[in-house]
Structures are given as structure tokens and as C-alpha cells.
């Protein structure tokens, strides 16, 4: 029954009233545990080597765990009791111990490289064998780390992705070819697209293929392509420096031709007006002195006809000439006459004419004779 039960002796059970049991002693219990503390300790003469060194060896452990130092080519992620709290800078850095906080460091300068070797079906349904290389970097750490579970392999499986997508859309001609460069950099842009896409926070610096070529059973086929098209370009090349070489050699000839054409044009059209007009002042001198005009005419024309030829024949005393293709190699001498006071014609030493020639004269005599 209670103390304060009603019906009862208040007085007798009251424990602060002596009556009713004895109360609790503290100090007694304070006691026993101050005994228990001092077993440890050497029987309450304070705190032993053993818990010295103890309580040291925590406190270094404290001191140790609460700093953290990082490289300058690396950042600290930390987290509180799990949670992401910030990402540590290069230097030393003060942390809660664990479990409260811990720092997982990552190398964020360092360059990365994976590699990998597919066998895929090019655009034109040939099989083609590539070897390729990723060459990356981390530049978010809490991305890297927490982004997805494994990058690493998140970035090797969309590298091949990205090469697949490329090499499936071209043909194997182009493959072989000099397109190389252009293939691995279009994988690279996608590669650095999907990459940013997932939030890994892995930069690809570089994507190159070290190896495209067909499998081994097809090997000697592709070559002799390779070979046929080396063949081919190299005759291209030749060709076009012969047409290099040629047609501006045709151009300056057409060129110069046509200048020569050009300028036997304006000689001959020159030539041309010139006799036109010395025409038309000798037609107007002929119209004003008829006889003059046709004897200077006659004079000058016989000059220029006698200046080409080494023999002629005359008759003497006639005015008509006789002139026969003789060799130069004879000894005639031309001399042209004195036209200044006799009308004849030049009178030249030459041998008799024959008869016939000689009896031909009066008709040729008469007939020149009607003409006048």
C-alpha cells in the first residue's frame, strides 16, 4: 500500500518523514561507481599510463582525421553522415572526423584512357573491324562519384554507341579511305554530347581510331580495291599535271597566234586604206593629167617587174619587152633606160630574137598599138 494511500497512517509511511522505509543514498552510489572508475585507474589514484596513452592515441586520431590534404591537381568530396555537404579545394582542409565526415579524393587533372575493339556492318552492308581509344578527364568530381554508379563504364558503352552510330551510316570506301579524321571527330561530338546528357561529369578530350580495317578472310580483296584506287588517283595526278603543264603552253600559243592574227589584221587593213587612198589621189592626178599620170604608172610598174628578174630579151628599137625565165647564172646585165626624154621602152643588150619571135612582133606591135 502507498504512503499517501487514504485510509492509512500518513505519518508512518512517509519516507521524508522517517516512516515507511529508508531513502535512497546517493552518495553510496556515487560511491560505487567512483569504485568502479578506479580499477581502471590504479584504485582512485588518478588517471594511469594505460589511459594516458589511450586518450593520446584518440586525440591524435582526431587531430589527424579532421585534416585533409589535397593536391593541387585533385578535389576532396566530402559528406556528413552521407549526405554531400561541399567539395574540398587543393591544400589543407579541416574536416569532422568519421564518422561524421568523409572525404573521398579524386585526381581531376590527370588524363584517362580506355580502348575497345568492335566488328559492325558499314552503311553498305560490308563488315568492318575497328579498334578506337577515349582519351578523357574528370572535371566534376560529385558527378563523377555520384552521377551514376559506374562512369567508367557508362562512358566506354556510349563510346561505342557513338562508333557504331558513325561507322553504320558510312560506306566502307569511305571507311578506307582518307575520311578517317572526319569519322573519329563526328564520334567524338556525340560522345561528348551523350556524356553531358547523363551528367557523368567526364570531359572527352580526344576519340581516335587506331585501327579500321576489313576482317582477315576478305583482307586481300580490300587490298587489291585499296591498290586500284591508289592507281587511279596517281594517274589522276598525272593527268592533271600534264594538263597543268600543257594547256597553259595552248593558251600562249592561241594567244600569240591570235595577236600575230590580229596585228597581219591591222597591217593588211592599214595596207589596205593606205593603197585605197594613194588610189583615189592617183585617180584624181589621173583626171587632171591623163598622159603623165599613165606614163609615171608605166614607169613605175616596169621598175618593180624588172627589179625581180636577171635577163631580158627586147627587140631594140620596139617598145615591147620579151621576158623569159632565165637562170641568174648567165652573163646579161639589166640596164633600165633613160625614160626621162624617150617614151620607149628599156633598151637592154641581149642576143637576136629568134624568127618566129621576130615575126610575131607586128601583130603583137599592132594589136598593142589599138589597145593605146
Same mark, same amino acid.
Given at each position: 500500500?502507498?504512503?499517501n494511500?487514504?485510509g ?48 593520446a592515441?584518440?586525440?591524435?586520431w582526431l ?17 556528413r ?31 584517362r ?45 556510349a ?10 551510316n558510312?560506306?566502307?570506301?569511305t ?16 560522345l ?46 598525272? &593527268?592533271? @599535271?600534264? !594538263?597543268?603543264?600543257?594547256? +597553259? /603552253?595552248?593558251?600562249?600559243? *592561241?594567244?600569240?597566234? #591570235?595577236a =600575230? ?23 584624181a ?13 608605166y ?11 636577171s ?16 637562170e ?6 639589166v ?6 626624154? &624617150?617614151? @620607149?621602152? !628599156?633598151?637592154?643588150?641581149? +642576143? /637576136?630574137?629568134?624568127?618566129? *619571135?621576130?615575126?610575131? #612582133?607586128? =601583130? ?9
Amino acid at each position: 500500500m502507498a504512503w499517501n494511500e487514504p485510509g492509512g497512517d500518513g505519518k508512518r509511511r512517509d519516507p521524508w518523514q522517517g516512516g515507511g522505509g529508508d531513502p535512497p543514498d546517493l552518495e553510496r552510489l556515487l560511491q560505487r561507481w567512483k569504485e568502479r572508475l578506479s580499477r581502471f585507474g590504479g584504485g582512485g589514484r588518478g588517471l594511469g599510463p594505460v589511459e594516458l596513452v589511450l586518450i593520446a592515441l584518440l586525440l591524435g586520431w582526431l587531430a589527424y582525421d579532421s585534416c585533409t590534404k589535397v593536391d593541387e591537381s585533385q578535389r576532396g568530396v566530402v559528406l556528413r553522415f552521407g549526405k554531400f555537404e561541399r567539395v574540398m579545394g587543393s591544400g589543407l582542409n579541416f574536416n569532422w572526423p568519421r564518422p561524421i565526415e568523409t572525404v573521398t579524393v579524386v585526381d581531376t587533372t590527370r588524363v584517362r584512357s580506355t580502348s575497345d575493339h568492335l566488328k559492325m556492318l558499314t552503311k553498305d552492308e560490308n563488315i568492318v573491324d575497328v579498334d578506337f581509344n577515349v582519351q578523357y578527364s574528370v572535371t566534376d568530381p560529385y558527378k563523377f562519384l555520384f552521377g551514376v554508379r559506374e562512369p567508367e563504364e557508362t562512358l566506354k558503352q556510349a563510346a561505342d554507341s557513338a562508333v557504331r552510330q558513325v561507322i553504320g551510316n558510312a560506306e566502307m570506301d569511305t571507311i578506307l579511305s582518307g575520311e578517317r579524321t572526319n569519322l573519329a571527330t563526328h564520334s567524338r561530338e556525340i560522345l561528348r554530347e551523350t556524356m553531358e546528357r547523363y551528367g557523368t561529369g567526364i570531359a572527352v578530350s580526344e576519340l581516335n581510331f587506331q585501327n579500321l580495317r576489313p576482317p582477315a578472310d576478305v583482307k586481300e580483296a580490300f587490298d587489291d580495291v585499296v591498290i586500284a584506287r591508289e592507281d587511279k588517283q596517281r594517274i589522276e595526278n598525272e &593527268a592533271n @599535271a600534264y !594538263a597543268s603543264k600543257i594547256v +597553259p /603552253e595552248a593558251r600562249g600559243q *592561241a594567244a600569240r597566234v #591570235r595577236a =600575230e592574227a590580229e596585228g597581219a589584221k591591222a597591217s593588211m587593213v592599214a595596207q589596205a586604206e593606205g593603197e585605197a587612198q594613194r588610189f583615189a589621189l592617183v585617180a584624181a592626178q589621173y583626171k587632171a593629167a591623163p598622159q603623165v599620170t599613165r606614163k609615171r604608172l608605166y614607169l613605175e610598174t616596169m621598175q618593180q617587174v624588172l627589179q625581180s628578174t636577171s635577163k631580158i630579151l627586147t627587140d631594140g628599137g620596139s617598145n615591147r619587152i620579151l621576158m623569159m625565165p632565165v637562170e641568174r647564172g648567165g652573163q646579161g646585165v639589166v640596164t633600165l633606160p633613160d625614160y626621162s626624154t &624617150a617614151p @620607149a621602152a !628599156a633598151a637592154v643588150a641581149a +642576143p /637576136e630574137p629568134a624568127p618566129a *619571135a621576130r615575126s610575131a #612582133r607586128p =601583130e603583137r606591135r599592132a594589136r598593142g598599138e589599138d589597145k593605146q
